[in-house]
């Protein structure tokens, strides 16, 4: 398989991986209001920071909320390219699933953007685990299929 075949598979599956995690946290979140994972509410309390450290305009909520989703898609997307191609993709988007899950239910604390979106039950704990490890798998299956269309 060609360089850029490669890199085009592992970005496409990546992305299709944090397509799959983004459904399912916006999805659940509305079925699952009290416990469901928010990491929409990080992902705006991530921007708005980085903003106010810039000294540059708040957007609005609806604003907020969409400049949050394409950040999702394009840092899980590019996250979970690191899953790549060939063999190991399982392992490997496993590994990377489970690694970016326990990092959402520790890190948003102590990088000042709170406990409580993916923090604050057992269940959003494990359920927040749980969408990143699925993330992962989605980006090895699809890297998988990939590779057999390929043979």
């Known amino acids: 398989m060609k360089k850029s075949s490669t890199v085009l598979q592992a970005v496409g599956s990546g992305l299709a991986g944090a397509l799959v995690l983004n459904i399912l946290h916006e999805t ?3 079925i699952r209001p009290a416990d469901a994972p928010r990491m929409d509410v990080l992902g705006k309390r991530g ?3 980085l903003l106010r450290k810039a000294d540059a305009p708040q957007p609005d909520e609806d604003t907020a909320y969409g ?3 394409l950040g999702d898609l ?3 997307g590019l996250y979970y390219s690191l899953v790549g191609t060939g063999g190991g993709v399982w392992l490997r988007g496993a590994a990377l699933g489970l690694a970016a899950g326990v990092g959402g239910v520790v890190l948003p604390g102590p990088m000042g ?3 409580g979106p993916s923090n604050r039950t057992p269940q959003t704990k494990a359920m927040t685990v749980a969408w990143y490890l699925i993330g992962g ?3 090895a299956g699809v ?3 990939w590779s057999k269309a390929q043979e």
């Open 28 to 30: 659940v979140r509305h």
């Open 47 to 49: 921007l708005r920071k």
């Open 67 to 69: 400049l949050t989703m």
């Open 74 to 76: 394009a840092s899980n």
């Open 113 to 115: 953007l709170g406990e």
């Open 137 to 139: 798998l989605a980006t």
């Open 143 to 145: 890297s998988w299929a």
